[in-house]
């Protein structure tokens, strides 16, 4: 089997993929700074125990990551665990994706990592949203180019935000209120998180048609996503594993 990892600022994404690139688990834990090599390898194998796999179940790994300082950690753990050579999605690996950004390298490996998934599984042209810390947007035209995109504040840090600059509203949990008219203080921050949330997609994703002129394919993942894109008047397909399946594209594509 094929381990992926994407390494986030929130979140640590793992998955499996078979020998026919089916994705055969999917798990998402909380990104920790300090954890050791050790630590992180003792979770990656109950995570594949807790799924029904065992170590000697895994034979290749890639990885991609926006956190530096966690990336060597993990590498470190899943060669001590499975005694096996790391890909890492970034400069120097083949992706496919024709990037026409005015600087490729600025290209975060996480979004590429979704384009690479999301041109290879929905029709083009397509918008793809990511919500992890900050919720990104890129853009794919017909040609299958990379033609750019958004970033914005992510729904948990803008909440931290909130808070944190506020003397009297409290920290929440983000659960869909029963109504988009909150009667108490709680529901209404729920309720503006979410619904503002939904309604910037829906939004985001009518301006980019209409700059590109016709309609497009809206994918959406991340740990956020499962909440909000419900909420969404637009269609928009949810593929919570999409970073799982780009990781496993992307190393079909380099394995010698």
């Given at each position: 089997m094929l381990l992926a990892v994407d390494i986030g600022n929130t979140n640590i994404v793992f998955?499996?993929?078979?020998?026919?690139?089916?994705?055969?688990?999917?798990?998402?834990?909380?990104?920790?700074?300090?954890a050791t090599t050790a630590e992180y390898a003792v979770l990656i194998k109950t995570l594949l125990e807790m799924n029904g796999y065992k170590v000697d179940d895994v034979s290749d790994a890639i990885l991609s990551s926006v956190v530096p300082s966690v990336t060597t950690t993990v590498v470190q753990a899943i060669k001590k665990l499975f005694h096996t050579d790391v890909m890492i999605a970034g400069p120097g690996v083949k992706t496919g994706l024709n990037i026409l950004i005015d600087n490729p390298a600025q290209l975060g490996s996480d979004q590429a990592v979704d384009a690479v998934a999301a041109i290879n599984e929905y029709p083009v042209p397509l918008i793809v949203i990511d919500m992890g810390t900050a919720t990104t947007v890129s853009v794919i035209d017909r040609n299958k180019c990379y033609l750019g995109g958004l970033i914005m504040t992510g729904m948990g840090v803008a909440a931290d935000a909130l808070i944190a600059r506020t003397a009297q509203l409290p920290k929440i949990n983000f659960e869909v209120p029963a109504k988009v008219i909150g009667t108490n203080t709680i529901d209404c921050l729920k309720s503006g998180m979410l619904y503002s949330n939904a309604c910037a997609l829906d939004g985001i994703a009518d301006r980019i048609e209409e700059e590109l002129g016709e309609k497009c394919t809206v994918v959406a993942t991340g740990g956020l996503a499962e909440l909000v894109v419900p909420l969404c008047r637009r269609d928009i397909i949810l593929d919570s594993s999409l970073l799982i399946k780009g990781l496993t594209i992307i190393y079909r594509k380099n394995k010698k």
């Open positions: 998955g499996c993929a078979d020998e026919d690139d089916k994705i055969v688990f999917f798990e998402r834990i909380s990104t920790n700074h300090n």
